[in-house]
């Protein structure tokens, strides 16, 4: 079934999304008709779904071509269940070594790719990053010896 190509849409979470330069390059990809691979949507997903409502975040995945409804949704619903917060730079590098399409251009300025230097995210971004920290700290205690 051919698709047919909208016009992208104009929402103040799209705006936001722009304010990243490589969240911009990924949207300018997928409203360009371009496959930008599983992690470019994965990473896309992990990072959009705090901006833009499930609807419109569905509709410009599957701007991708490699990417129908079904799967988008499967993967809009693999984000949320798991509840992903958006990847740190280093996480965008490695998933970008495993395809073929640049989810990070400029991979190597220290600032590309980082998110969390441009967009704000919900607190419970940070809250639940904060704990994760914590929990890892008390690990790593943990295994000191003598302790």
Known sequence: ?????KAPRTSSGREA????AMMKHLLDALDGGQDIGHY??????MV???FLEEEELRETLVQDPACDEHQA??????VKARDYNPPRREKILQFQAQQEFPICPGGE????CNVYKDLQFPESVYAHIS???????HVHE???PGA
């Open 131 to 137: 704990e994760y920290r914590e929990q890892k700290a």
């Open 40 to 45: 470019g949507r994965l990473v896309f997903a």
């Open 48 to 50: 959009a779904r705090h």
């Open 1 to 5: 079934m051919a698709r047919t190509r």
């Open 73 to 78: 949704l499967s993967l809009i619903e693999q």
């Open 17 to 20: 999304l722009q304010k990243n």
């Open 142 to 144: 943990d295994e000191q």
């Open 109 to 112: 300025d220290p600032d590309s």
